[in-house]
Each structure stands twice: as structure tokens, then as C-alpha cells.
């Protein structure tokens, strides 16, 4: 098991950046393929970038391309979301998630990832 937390969440005006880190600890992070989720109140808890372990493939929600992009160190444990050109709509808690995906696996489904961080708060004002 790995035990993960992110951090980079506040509140930001629209058209402003944010990154978002999830530092990994107590796993081999470079086994996992590595996931960023947000729920917005009332709201599913959605996918929104995903990366293998070695961070030679990315993905992105359709919402997010072009606006954000994932990264990992595997050297220090960390994926980050470095979140650009921020909408109202963004406004979300971000969950960064690990899983042991194969290929094939839908990287957009949650089942497949078995552990989560607590949250962080993107807010993002008009």
C-alpha cells in the first residue's frame, strides 16, 4: 500500500495557475500508474489526468487538454498537476490516486486505483 497527500490547493482567480503536488510514501511509487480526480459538490468524482509509472504515457478528461498537464519524479515520489488558464468550472477537490494498471485498463475508472490521498481544494473565482 501506498499512502499518499496532496498539497496546492486555494483559491485562485480565473485564467491563473496552479500546481498541485501528491507526495507518495510508504510503496514503490514507480510500480504505479498514477491518477488525478476532482469532485465538485454535488457532483461524481471524475477523472482528469492519469500517468504511467514511468511517465512515458499520459492522459487527460477532454475538459483538461491543452489546460493541464501531469508529471511525475519518481525520484522523489511526487506527480504533480500543473493546472493553467483556471475556470470557475475547475472548482473542484482534487484526490490523486495510485494503481496497479495494465495495459488495456481504462485509466479514466476509479475502481482500478486502490489508494487515495485526502483532497485538496481548488477554488477558483469569476
Known amino acids: 500500500q501506498v499512502q499518499l497527500v496532496e498539497s496546492g490547493g486555494r483559491l485562485v482567480q480565473a485564467g491563473g495557475s496552479l500546481r498541485l503536488s501528491c507526495a507518495a510514501s510508504g510503496g514503490t511509487f514507480s510500480w504505479y500508474f498514477m491518477g488525478w480526480f476532482r469532485q465538485a459538490p454535488g457532483k461524481e468524482r471524475e477523472f482528469v489526468a492519469g500517468?504511467?509509472?514511468?511517465?512515458?504515457?499520459?492522459y487527460y478528461a477532454d475538459s483538461v487538454k491543452g489546460r493541464f498537464t501531469i508529471s511525475r519524479d519518481n525520484a522523489k515520489n511526487t506527480v504533480y498537476l500543473q493546472m493553467n488558464s483556471l475556470k470557475p468550472e475547475d472548482t473542484a477537490a482534487f484526490y490523486c490516486?495510485?494503481?496497479?494498471?495494465?495495459?488495456?485498463?481504462?485509466?479514466?475508472?476509479?475502481?482500478?486505483?486502490?489508494?487515495w490521498g485526502q483532497g485538496t481544494q481548488v477554488t477558483v473565482s469569476s
Open positions: 500517468i504511467s509509472s514511468s511517465g512515458g504515457n499520459t
Open positions: 490516486a495510485a494503481g496497479l494498471l495494465t495495459l488495456g485498463m481504462r485509466v479514466e475508472e476509479s475502481r482500478r486505483y486502490a489508494n
